[in-house]
């Protein structure tokens, strides 16, 4: 805003000099006036972004076709706007994926695929998605989780025009849940790294007890946005980028008895099929891992009883229509203050999360229900209420179209920029850009590249220098075997060269960036 006042002060200045000592260039006062009321209203007709991120968050919505989920909320922001079916995080790790979000950039294309990388030790004078819109004159607002903070990662301060708002990811409010302890993901999640994490007791996979919403973070944040709409409205000459991050459906699967009571625990989806891909390498799947930090669950092979099943699924469910609730309060009051006028709005899971599928009860996989996620935008003048579009997308994707939406210049970094516009696709969703999605999961001992076109989906696993062996693939036909049952790389070689091509696209994937050691 100041650097427009300031332009149009110059503009104004010229005008009156050459008014007074060239007469003959009269006409110029039209064009002069012209031009300072335009750079008045470009100022004012900017429109606010709202960006809505949501931990975990799979496409288990009712928008979505998920028969089960209550999300109303959701499901009238997608009637609003547009729902792309086929959009994928770049890598299902929080951290990671929330670092290709913020900076437009594939984890292969900056080497950051896990906890404890600092990207501005890599890319210091990198511009975030918010830093682009607060160099365009907007100011940058955000609370909850919206960078990964935890896990030795911290905020970047640089993005937000006043401080970053933080509340809980790990929240207990029944005593049992705890013991009033600190636990090991607590210890995670504040950067506690004073003892062993394992060490530590582990806290309760879900907690149920009859509170009022703001008593765990979701809801405490959905008030701070709401207060924060109300303050950013007041001046409705500077536009805002807001963020807003939700922590539910993370584990524990901590949410207020009400939102149990919304759905039948005998009647809920049970897992379809429990065992890995036939033909697929063995380090592909994941059993264990963060699941394992939480109680009852047993730390085995990652194969549970009925039920601990239904427990389990039953608490990702209501978790999410715990925070569908919260979101939808933010929602209500974006309305209220008749924002939704001049306000394109973005939903954003940072990954899925695997509820039994191949056994496997945490993200951190290639395979579908780890990297599928909900994307939603709404854009006044510019998106169909209640649309959907096939075309593949990509958490990176989110940058490059806000800022064009937006009318913002392209984003160039000077960290790797790898979305693309998807504008064109938000006015005619029949449209298509790209064939396919790229993700991309950092093993111990490979680097799986992956890429998925409508019907099936290619990984390219290779391994790292310190490893033997040879390049592996897997691929899926989701057509015939939605449930990716058997490995059909061997098989179908025909399909396997077809997609290799188009992975031989995409640039050589980088290794990962050295993590401080603690």
Known sequence: MESDRLIARDLTLSYRVMSSNFSIFGHIQTTILFLVSAVFASAADKANVLLLLVDDLKPTLGCYGDEVAVSPNIDRLAEMGTRFEMAYCNQAVCMASRYNLMLGSRSSSTGFYSFGTQFREVYPDAVTLPQHFRNSGYVAHSMGKVFHIGHGNTNDDASWSVPHLKDKVIEYLVPE?????????????????????????????????????????????????????????????????????????????????????????????????????????????????????????????????????????????????????????????????????????????????????????????????????????????????????????????????????????????????????????LKNTNKRIREYAYHAYNKRSHLGRAIRTERYRLVEWIPHENVRGEIEYELYDYKEDPLETKNLAKSRPDVLKDLLELLAQEPHAKKQVSRPER
């Open 177 to 425: 849940s705890n013991h009033r302890q600190l636990t090991r993901e607590e210890a995670l999640f504040t950067n506690e790294f004073s003892k062993p994490i394992r060490s530590l007791p582990r806290g309760a996979a879900w907690e149920s007890p009859d509170v009022l919403d703001e008593a765990y973070a979701d809801g405490r944040i959905a008030t701070h946005a709401v207060d924060r709409l109300r303050e950013l409205s007041a001046n409705p000459d500077q536009p805002f980028f807001l963020a807003v991050g939700f922590v539910r459906p993370h584990l524990p699967f901590s949410a207020p008895k009400k939102y149990w009571d919304k759905y039948d625990r005998d009647k809920l989806p049970m897992p379809e099929f429990e065992d890995p891909p036939l033909g697929a390498p063995a380090y592909a799947g994941k059993r264990g891992g963060e699941i394992n930090a939480f109680k009852p669950v047993p730390t085995g092979n990652g194969l549970y009883e009925d039920d601990l099943k239904r427990d389990l699924i039953h608490g990702y469910y209501a978790s999410v229509s715990y925070m569908d609730a919260q979101l939808g309060r933010v929602l209500d009051e974006v309305e209220n203050l008749g924002l939704d006028e001049n306000t394109i709005i973005v939903l954003w899971g940072d990954h899925g999360w695997h509820l039994g599928d191949h056994g496997t009860w945490t993200k951190h996989t290639n395979y579908e229900q780890a990297v599928r996620i909900p994307i939603i935008f709404y854009a006044p003048s510019v998106t169909k209420g209640g649309s959907s579009s096939g075309q593949p997308a990509e958490t990176v994707d989110i940058y490059t179209t806000l800022a064009s939406l937006a009318g913002l210049p392209k984003p160039n970094g000077p960290q790797p920029i790898d979305g693309i516009d998807l504008t064109p696709v």
